[in-house]
């Protein structure tokens, strides 16, 4: 795993984390995404923080990919963790097959496509997912939802109740220029 930046038409870098893997069809070796932060420029205030988010989410990562290393399944090495003083903070797991919907359907893709000439200061495609997986989990009010940011694993930090409305906003004025053409 390491941390790619890659930039973009605007100038501007997508920072993500992300693997690269051996396709068992084609042989071939490809990139996938496994956590984004956002598109940012790397020397303003927010770059900065994202990348900084993302060394220390990567650190983390490495740590309990090394520490599942020999186990059979998920479930050995979850009851594990406790025996190791290793802890996942009792975080929700759930979403992880959800997730990898998300990206088989490349909906990480379509979606940075359609906001890619805006300027939104968080990744649309990530809050996108959030809100798919707040009405998944626990259906409630939107303000409801973004309270509950912090119950997943994954680093939803950039989540609040002005990005959830500003994303609905965005997500609006797309469909309505789609339903004109």
């Given amino acids: 795993m390491y941390i790619s930046k890659s930039k973009r038409p605007n100038g501007k870098y997508f920072i993500s984390i992300a693997k690269g893997i051996r396709d068992p069809k084609t042989k071939k070796s490809k990139k996938i995404q ?6 940012h420029d790397l020397d303003s205030k927010s770059g900065k923080e994202a990348l900084a988010q993302a ?21 050995d090495f979850i009851e594990s963790l406790s025996k190791d003083k290793l802890s996942l ?11 990898k919907i998300f990206n088989q359907l490349k909906l990480p893709n379509f979606f940075t496509k359609m906001v890619k ?12 997912f959030y809100q798919v997986l ?3 989990f626990n259906p409630s009010s939107k303000l ?14 950039f989540v609040n109740s002005d990005n959830i409305y500003s994303s609905l906003d965005v997500f609006l004025d797309l469909i309505n220029i789609n339903l004109k053409h």
């Fill in 117 to 128: 000439d805006s300027k939104l200061d968080y990744s649309f495609s990530n809050l996108m």
């Fill in 134 to 136: 707040g009405r998944l």
């Fill in 34 to 39: 496994i956590k984004g932060f956002g598109t």
């Fill in 55 to 75: 060394e220390a989410d990567l650190k983390e990562m490495i740590r309990l990919d090394e520490a599942s290393q020999g186990f059979e399944n998920f479930e």
């Fill in 144 to 157: 409801e939802v973004a309270s509950r940011k912090d119950d997943f694993l994954y680093d939803f930090s």
């Fill in 89 to 99: 903070n009792h975080k929700n797991l759930g979403y992880l097959p959800y997730l």
